[in-house]
């Protein structure tokens, strides 16, 4: 369990064993609902920061960007799966697809390469201050 501490005032438990803990510029797999493929995204508002108005976004749901097309979205957090290790998995799925519900077939390739840029970016940003 950890409080999450929200910039305007209040907190809140989450039990982190059952969330995937996000921070801000991880990219991830996110899915909006079951039609919905597994898609690269980035993450642009850690779980636990103010939201604002979003009067639906709880403290369990990520803002992220989609890859490929950059559309924003909030998930819940468990609608997010980790980049590196689910890498081969999804995206050979977005591959074989013939049909994508929700997004463009031409964006899968420009997806998973940026996608994979900006993992290895935020990566080696994470090696240099861990050192």
Same mark, same amino acid.
């Given at each position: *369990?950890?409080?999450?501490?929200? /910039?305007? !005032?209040?907190?809140?438990?989450?039990?982190?064993?059952?969330?995937? %803990?996000?921070? =801000?510029?991880?990219?991830?797999?996110?899915?909006?609902?079951?039609?919905?493929?597994?898609?690269?995204?980035?993450? *642009?508002?850690?779980?636990?920061? /103010?939201? !604002?108005?979003?009067?639906?976004?709880?403290?369990?749901?990520?803002? %992220?960007?989609? =890859?490929?097309?950059?559309?924003?979205?909030?998930?819940?957090?468990?609608?997010?799966?980790?980049?590196?290790?689910?890498?081969?998995?999804?995206?050979?799925?977005?591959?074989?697809?013939?049909?994508?519900?929700?997004?463009?077939?031409?964006?899968?390739?420009?997806?998973?390469?940026?996608?994979?840029?900006?993992?290895?970016?935020?990566?080696?940003?994470?090696?240099?201050?861990?050192?």
């Amino acid at each position: *369990m950890a409080r999450v501490q929200y /910039d305007k !005032g209040g907190t809140q438990w989450i039990n982190l064993d059952e969330l995937n %803990v996000l921070e =801000l510029c991880d990219v991830v797999w996110a899915k909006m609902g079951r039609r919905y493929p597994w898609w690269p995204a980035q993450v *642009m508002w850690e779980i636990g920061v /103010d939201r !604002g108005h979003e009067a639906h976004a709880s403290g369990h749901d990520t803002m %992220v960007e989609f =890859l490929g097309e950059h559309t924003v979205a909030w998930v819940h957090t468990k609608s997010t799966s980790n980049f590196e290790e689910h890498y081969t998995e999804y995206s050979k799925l977005l591959s074989n697809n013939k049909k994508l519900f929700g997004f463009s077939r031409n964006l899968v390739q420009p997806a998973l390469e940026e996608g994979m840029t900006l993992h290895k970016e935020h990566v080696a940003r994470q090696a240099k201050v861990a050192v």
